[in-house]
């Protein structure tokens, strides 16, 4: 199988895992948002930022050290499995004594009892590391697909159930633990690969000398998504943080799974030809296209549908959430760009260069978050769209070095997108003038919008159009014909 088709295969397959597996987590998060409160959504925020500035850690770089390398043995794999097996078991030992303190800091009393069993989560991603990097070597996401999508159902329901019967918060704890649990399981069934009593210190150091900069520039970056949790649960409120959290419910599975399919499909690609610049430069700029091709049309069309979809939904005590969500929209067209410019990095082994940029912006980042805090959230969400166009053109700066792809060439490539994008967007926001309850609103925007979208991509004759448009007529003719 061709290089091409290897990328649309493995897209194809991320793209079900996206619209399934994170559909039945939306629809789960909705059901859930109608039974719960928005301070249970809060609590759940803090114990998220938590667990994922510690899973930064567990990760250690040693995924992309394993993705990247090109020869990669049994010696390599057991090795990673147990360094990751040791380090979550002492991090989840500091949050398990470490959670008291937490819970007086955030003046929030069951912080302390949650965190001692979610932590385990911990542990439960670690042994999963090894597994999923061995399928993403092969390029076979249709195991992970499946397997991601019955975990997020099965947990749902059981979630949805617990929350039914009463059981309030602790029906989120039970979703966020047996999603994982779940998915390692069912990873460890599918996958022959069995760990054996075998530690190599020539392959850690190998590894880590390479993954130990993707660490520290990793955990830096999860520490910046997540430092919103915690200021807003500290200086608001868990209720407030809550509105956060069901702002972030409508954004973050678009932008977070494009953004994690590009990273998952691109890394291993573009690793591949990493001594082919030219190869390298045409197949990163598809990439780049296409992640602007659907991010950004998707990412405005959610702010414009933001107040019908949030009020239809999730109801009246979540309207505070609207003007948040449609904040977010605008970072979240440019996050899946800032992964694929920092992946040509790492590609090209520049680890190092991509620890310092995430130091220096960082550095930028920590004046404004301190200014917006003292004022408001809103104030702080518009810090964020400042910070996220900034970090792009760092990020970008050094595309140019290595693939002699210029920001002005990347702007030429974005332009017709963010036409198309502002277009279709504009169009279906002109909709919310007009006096319609939400669901009307919410059915004529998305007609509107749609009919906007597909007539401007066929008059500018878009290529990554005609490309899906190809894939999906092939599928409906293989359907039909079968």
């Given amino acids: ?168 918060i602790w029906s989120l704890v039970i979703l966020s633990i047996l999603r994982p649990f779940l998915n390692s399981t069912l990873l460890w069934l599918n996958n022959n690969w069995r760990p054996s009593l075998e530690f190599s210190k020539n392959s ?18 999860t520490i910046y998504k997540n430092i919103y949790y915690v200021l807003i649960g500290k200086f608001f409120s868990p209720i407030s943080l809550g509105y956060y959290t069901r702002a972030e419910q409508f954004q973050s599975p678009v932008s977070g799974n494009i953004t994690a399919a590009l990273r998952r499909i691109s890394f291993p690609i573009l690793s591949s030809l990493q001594n082919d610049n030219i190869k390298l430069k045409t197949t990163f700029t598809r990439f780049l296209r296409f992640s602007i091709f659907l991010n950004f049309t998707i990412m405005l069309g959610i702010a414009a549908i933001a107040q019908p979809m949030v009020l239809l939904l999730i109801g009246e005590k979540w309207s505070s959430s609207i003007i948040y969500l449609q904040l977010l929209c605008i970072p979240g067209m440019l996050y899946p760009l800032q992964i694929l410019h920092l992946n040509l990095l790492l590609i090209k082994g520049y680890s190092n260069l991509n620890l310092k940029l995430e130091i220096a912006k960082k550095i930028i980042l920590i004046p404004l978050i301190y200014i917006t805090v003292l004022i408001s959230i809103k104030a702080m969400l518009f810090g964020l769209v400042v910070f996220s166009l900034i970090e792009y053109f760092i990020n970008s700066f050094y595309t140019k070095k290595f693939l002699d792809y210029s920001i002005k060439d990347q702007m030429k490539d974005i332009f017709p997108f963010l036409i198309i994008s502002l277009l279709t967007a504009s169009s279906m926001f002109i909709v919310t003038l007009f006096d319609l309850n939400n669901f009307f609103m919410l059915l004529i925007q998305l007609a509107v919008g ?23 007529s092939n599928i409906i003719k293989k359907s039909l014909f079968k």
């Fill in 204 to 221: 850690f150091k190998e590894l880590f000398n390479y993954g130990y900069k993707l660490l520290m520039a990793n955990l830096i970056n």
């Fill in 1 to 168: 199988m061709s290089l091409k088709l290897k990328a649309i295969n493995s897209f194809s397959w991320t793209l079900f895992e996206m619209i399934f597996n994170q559909g039945s987590i939306f629809l789960v998060g909705i059901i859930l948002a109608r039974i719960l409160s928005p301070q249970d959504f809060g609590i759940i925020g803090l114990i998220t930022a938590f667990i994922a500035v510690t899973n930064s850690i567990i990760e250690g770089g040693f995924s992309s050290a394993l993705i990247r390398k090109i020869n990669v043995t049994n010696t390599d794999y057991n090795t990673v499995f147990f360094t990751n097996l040791l380090v979550s078991t002492t991090l989840y030992l500091i949050l398990f004594f470490s959670a008291e303190v937490l819970s007086k800091f955030f003046e929030t009393p069951i912080l302390a009892e949650i965190l001692k069993y979610s932590g385990i989560i911990l542990i439960i991603n670690a042994t999963t590391l090894v597994q999923t990097s061995i399928l993403s070597r092969n390029l076979n996401f249709k195991t992970q697909a499946i397997i991601s999508i019955t975990a997020s159902i099965s947990s749902g329901l059981i979630a949805i159930f617990m929350a039914y019967r009463g059981y309030g």
């Fill in 450 to 472: 749609s009919f906007i979208f597909i007539i401007t991509n066929e008059i500018m004759n878009v290529n990554e159009y005609i490309e899906i448009k190809k894939v999906i």
